[in-house]
Nanobody, 115 residues
Framework: QVQLVESGGGLVQAGGSLRLSCATS????????MGWYRQAPGKQREWVAT???????NYADSVKGRFAMSRDNAKNTVYLHMNSLKLEDTAVYYC?????????WGKGTLVTVSS
């Protein structure tokens, strides 16, 4: 059973930075890709970023140039480095792992950006 645990969310002022972490367990070396999604209040969940097992990253246009995804294979952890945060980045951020054609989700971590 693959488990993902996000951390690092919190309250930050606009223009500030946060780093989210997603620790995985139970997957061994079967992860094809990992990503981040977010869901703002009253809105649908949207894709934010992806990193493949080969290290290729992709970003939604709304975060490109401000967010960066990285990973530490030794710690089985991926990160989302968020800079120049905007009010509209306020959301619950979810980590997802693609393993054997199945998406596994974490429970999310709340990021609140204040003015």
């Amino acid at each position: 059973q693959v488990q993902l645990v996000e951390s690092g969310g919190g309250l930050v002022q606009a223009g500030g930075s946060l780093r989210l972490s997603c620790a995985t367990s139970g997957s061994g070396s079967s992860i094809v890709a990992m990503g981040w999604y977010r869901q703002a209040p009253g809105k649908q969940r949207e894709w934010v970023a992806t990193i493949t097992s080969g290290g290729t990253t992709n970003y939604a246009d709304s975060v490109k140039g401000r967010f960066a995804m990285s990973r530490d294979n030794a710690k089985n952890t991926v990160y989302l480095h968020m800079n120049s945060l905007k009010l509209e980045d306020t959301a619950v951020y979810y980590c997802v792992a693609l393993v054997d054609a199945i998406n596994y989700w974490g429970k999310g971590t709340l990021v609140t950006v204040s003015s």
